[in-house]
């Protein structure tokens, strides 16, 4: 059976996306219109940012939990330009990744232990791990090299 990290990540977060979205996970009304941190201009430009960023964080659960918020405003953070100096580095903004974090708690997807941060729920850690393995297989048959690894 395949793992998270065994597929190509923007392969993997598409479809997990679409899971999420079809499973309904709670989108916030003030989706449309926030920036994701201090270090952007503008918000996002893709009208399902919000289903991505949350299949993104389930995979960053999966692959370094447990991770905490501030972990990972530092990991969704980036660089501000400064004026005439050198750009410095500025964390996303901290509600976005709650109200995710919420809401996959709510499905189930992730679990809170207690003094370390979240981490990846078995049912989680099952769903993805199959959608892995369905991903692993359509790209064994474009390239049958792949299939030691299914």
Known sequence: MAKAYDVP?????????????????????WAMFVKTGSHADRPPQNREWWY????SILRKLYLHGPVGINDLRIMYGGAKSVGYGGAHHRDAGGS??????QELEKLGYVEKVAGKGRVVSHQGMKKLDRLASDILDELAVKNPMLKIYS
């Open 9 to 29: 990540a923007d392969i993997l977060l598409s479809r997990l996306a679409d899971i999420l979205k079809s499973e309904n996970i709670g989108k916030p009304e």
């Open 96 to 101: 976005i990744i709650r109200h995710a974090i």
């Open 52 to 55: 991505i960023r949350c299949a």
